[in-house]
């Protein structure tokens, strides 16, 4: 995978495709799963590591199911211009060393929490071959208001 140097939004194309992708977890994950089996689609979950400790099946499941595991960082740290590119290495190494114990792998997409993009992110990302990976932020549907 081609790592680029500012974060993916929107990647123009002339399919009538969508990304799905899903972060945090892992109390609605289950039956997110569920959904996503009836409707026979595929998506990414970004995964906060301290949450991969504590549910290593749920992790092992979504890769089984075809789903792809992103970084969210370890604890859900939000940055800002201010945090060193180490603390932000630290968290985004913690979490992806969580996801190699139980996948097996290592990811290669990442999210910020919050979608902090700065360039003390774009140090840390680059050194940790991470591509940035944002949501379309003219689209929320604040469907996490709301949940059901």
Known sequence: MRIFCYPIIVMPTDEKII????DDGPTD???????????????????????VEEYPDLIKREIIE???IANHTYSHRYFNKKMPVDR?????????????NVTGEK???????????????VDATKKSRYQVVM???HQDT???????
């Open 66 to 68: 075809g789903h792809e």
């Open 29 to 51: 994950t289950p039956e997110i799963l569920k959904f996503l089996r009836i409707y026979e689609a595929k998506a990414t979950f970004f995964v906060i590591g301290k949450r």
């Open 19 to 22: 990304a799905l992708t899903f």
């Open 107 to 121: 990811p290669n997409l990442f999210r910020p929490p919050g979608g902090y993009y700065g360039e003390n992110l």
């Open 142 to 148: 604040e469907n996490w208001d709301t949940p059901d």
């Open 135 to 137: 949501w379309s932020w």
């Open 88 to 100: 932000i290495e630290d968290e985004i190494l913690k979490a992806e060393q969580m996801i190699l």
